[in-house]
C-alpha cells in the first residue's frame, strides 16, 4: 500500500509564490513515476507535471516556466514550487505515484501513469 500526503496549500494573491510539499509512505520503490495534478470546481482534473526515476521531467504549457518539481529521494517528498501564480491556478492540487520500472519508462502527464492518489491540498489565488 502507498500512502501520499499533500502540503503547502494555501491562499495567495496573483504573482505570489507557494511551495507544496507531497510525502510518500509505504511501499515505495526506487523505480517511480510522481506527479503532480490539479482540479478547479466544474472542471476535469489536469496533469501539470511528472518526473520519473531518471530524473526526467515533463510539464504542462500551461504551468512550463512558473512551476517547479523536484524529488528528494532520501525523505522520499515530492515538492512543487509554483511562482507567478494566477487566479487561473486556483484549484485542488493532488499529489500522484506509480511505481516499478514500466511505470518510470511509461511516466506522462495523463491520468492513466498513476495508480496512487494524494487526497489532495487547496489553493486559491485572489486577484
Known amino acids: 500500500q502507498v500512502r501520499l500526503l499533500e502540503s503547502g496549500g494555501g491562499s495567495v494573491q496573483a504573482g505570489g509564490s507557494l511551495r507544496l510539499s507531497c510525502a510518500a509512505s509505504?511501499?515505495?520503490?526506487?523505480?517511480?513515476?510522481m506527479g503532480w495534478f490539479r482540479q478547479a470546481p466544474g472542471k476535469e482534473r489536469e496533469a501539470l507535471v511528472a518526473?520519473?526515476?531518471?530524473?526526467?521531467?515533463r510539464y504542462a504549457d500551461s504551468v512550463k516556466g512558473r512551476f517547479t518539481i523536484s524529488k528528494d529521494n532520501a525523505k522520499n517528498t515530492l515538492d512543487l514550487q509554483m511562482n507567478i501564480l494566477k487566479a487561473d491556478d486556483t484549484a485542488m492540487y493532488y499529489c500522484a505515484a506509480n511505481y516499478g520500472r514500466w511505470s518510470a519508462k511509461n511516466c506522462a502527464l495523463s491520468r492513466s501513469a498513476f495508480a496512487y492518489w494524494g487526497r489532495g491540498t487547496q489553493v486559491t489565488v485572489s486577484s
Open positions: 518526473i520519473d526515476s531518471d530524473g526526467t521531467t
Open positions: 509505504g511501499y515505495t520503490y526506487s523505480s517511480y513515476c
